[in-house]
């Protein structure tokens, strides 16, 4: 059986525009090769905008370290589609456009989810940079992008700063002084069942836990009532993904709130979690096996 792993010419070895952080890709491929091995399957390595790629010869094909999608959303979830049509893929491109827009927060705030509030700014201005401040009661303010990744196209800001350009849609959170003082909270997932947690902090000074920004991260045993509030974002999905990493910060009165539900390409961190490529390989035989 064979496996395509959708990457991207920023993450793959060789590539002259590999990005800082695709040691990350790395450790993946070092995760999952020997355990899809062990199980008669071949893991491969494609960009998913390559266009000379058969996918109909893969018995699936796995969302990977696909780290320039943001830049061409519509390309990406139609390239999504045509692999759909020729085989299996995880997660489906439907959950994938459904989570690649940050709006997919609301929709689980309604279903219940315990998120920071947020307010969504399809086109800034000064009055609306200005009028988040009072709106959210806040001095700091974290804005993002809509459609987006990894910080990118994201700021801190001050209600005296001088407002950048901003051509995106924006989401606009309070700033949460525990992603400096305590980390974020990660717990990945494989099938519901969690494979490891862990918590990123930033470096001092910073408040963006990425590796690429010098970001650190340290495996954990979760307290049972985090673990639980991880457990009850995946129950406001309607269906259980392959995978999914649950983002969370602590508020102020000691619960978790949740930062990001990421079901495109998240980075698992399997250097936090030794059983993750077993899980997977485990998981991707039996759906192959049950087509």
Same mark, same amino acid.
């Given at each position: 059986?064979?496996?395509?792993?959708?990457?991207?010419?920023?993450?793959?070895?060789g590539?002259?525009?590999?990005?800082?952080?695709?040691?990350?890709?790395?450790?993946m491929?070092?995760?999952?090769?020997?355990?899809?091995?062990?199980?008669?399957?071949?893991?491969?390595?494609?960009?998913?905008?390559?266009?000379?790629?058969?996918w109909?010869?893969?018995?699936?094909?796995?969302?990977?370290?696909?780290?320039d999608?943001?830049?061409?959303?519509?390309?990406?979830?139609?390239?999504?589609?045509?692999?759909?049509?020729?085989?299996i893929?995880?997660n489906?491109?439907?959950?994938?456009?459904?989570?690649s827009?940050?709006?997919y927060?609301?929709?689980?705030?309604?279903?219940?989810a315990?998120?920071?509030?947020?307010?969504?700014?399809?086109?800034?201005?000064?009055?609306?940079?200005l009028?988040?401040?009072? @709106? %959210?009661q806040?001095?700091? $303010?974290?804005?993002?992008?809509?459609v987006?990744?990894?910080?990118? &196209?994201?700021? #801190? !800001?001050?209600?005296?700063d001088?407002?950048p350009?901003?051509?995106?849609?924006?989401m606009v959170?309070?700033?949460?002084s525990?992603?400096?003082?305590?980390?974020?909270?990660?717990?990945?997932?494989?099938?519901?069942?969690l494979?490891?947690a862990?918590?990123?902090?930033?470096?001092?000074?910073?408040?963006?836990?990425?590796?690429?920004?010098?970001?650190?991260?340290?495996?954990?045993?979760?307290?049972?009532?985090?673990?639980?509030?991880?457990r009850?974002?995946?129950? @406001? %999905?309607?269906?259980?993904? $392959?995978?999914?990493?649950?983002?969370?910060?602590?508020?102020?009165? &000691?619960?978790? #709130? !949740?930062?990001?539900?990421?079901?495109?390409?998240p980075?698992?961190?399997?250097?936090?979690?030794?059983?993750?490529?077993e899980?997977?390989?485990?998981a991707?035989?039996?759906?192959?096996?049950?087509?």
């Open positions: 059986m064979k496996v395509a792993y959708l990457s991207s010419q920023v993450t793959q070895p590539s002259p525009i590999r990005r800082s952080d695709a040691f990350e890709h790395d450790y491929m070092r995760a999952l090769r020997p355990e899809f091995a062990e199980r008669g399957m071949q893991i491969l390595d494609i960009c998913w905008d390559n266009e000379s790629a058969d109909s010869r893969f018995d699936a094909a796995l969302i990977g370290t696909t780290w999608y943001w830049d061409r959303p519509d390309e990406f979830l139609k390239t999504l589609e045509s692999i759909e049509q020729q085989t893929l995880h489906p491109a439907s959950l994938v456009r459904w989570n827009h940050k709006s927060l609301k929709e689980l705030a309604d279903r219940g315990n998120l920071i509030p947020t307010l969504w700014i399809d086109e800034m201005t000064d009055a609306r940079y009028q988040a401040f009072d @709106t %959210l806040s001095e700091k $303010l974290v804005f993002k992008r809509q987006g990744a990894g910080a990118a &196209g994201q700021h #801190l !800001l001050s209600r005296d001088v407002r350009d901003m051509p995106h849609a924006m959170q309070p700033f949460v525990a992603i400096q003082t305590e980390g974020e909270y990660s717990f990945v997932f494989v099938e519901g069942t494979s490891h862990l918590i990123k902090r930033a470096k001092k000074g910073d408040y963006r836990i990425q590796s690429s920004y010098g970001g650190q991260e340290e495996a954990i045993t979760p307290a049972a009532s985090d673990l639980q509030a991880a009850d974002v995946l129950t @406001t %999905l309607d269906d259980v993904p $392959l995978y999914a990493r649950v983002d969370m910060i602590r508020h102020e009165d &000691g619960s978790l #709130l !949740l930062m990001e539900l990421e079901l495109i390409e980075y698992l961190y399997p250097e936090q979690g030794p059983r993750l490529g899980l997977m390989a485990k991707i035989s039996a759906r192959i096996r049950a087509r």
